[in-house]
C-alpha cells in the first residue's frame, strides 16, 4: 500500500483504482461551449460539410463586429438524423444568433460541458 502524495487525494491500493472527487479550479475567464442541435439526414454528409462552413462564417461575423465567437466543430449522429454544431460564446443568445445567422434551424441551444482534455470545463 502506498501513502497519499496529497492528502485531499483518495488512498491508491492495489488492486483497486480510486478516482478523486476533487474538481479544479475552473480557469479565470473561461469562455462556454453551447452545442447547437439540428436535424440533419441520415445520408447527408454534404450537408454537415455546408453547415460548418456557415457555422464558421457566422462565427468569424459576430467576431469582427466585437462579439467573440469561435467554431468548435460539429458532430453527425445518422442514426438519429441529428447534428451537434459547437460554439464557444459567451451567452447562450449569442450561440443561438450564430446559429441563426449560419441558417442552422436549430431545434434547441444549451450549455456544453467538454473533458476532451481530462479536465471538465
Known sequence: MRSRADPGEPEQTSGVLAISSIRPAPSVGQVPSYLVETYLA???R???VDRETRA???AEELTREGTSVRFEGSTHVPEDELCFFAFEA???EVASLAAQLAGLDALRVVEAVSSRTGQVR
Do not use: F, L, T
Request: proline share 8%.
Open 46 to 48: 454534404e450537408g454537415v
Open 42 to 44: 441520415r445520408d447527408d
Open 90 to 92: 459567451p451567452s447562450r
Open 56 to 58: 464558421r462564417s457566422a
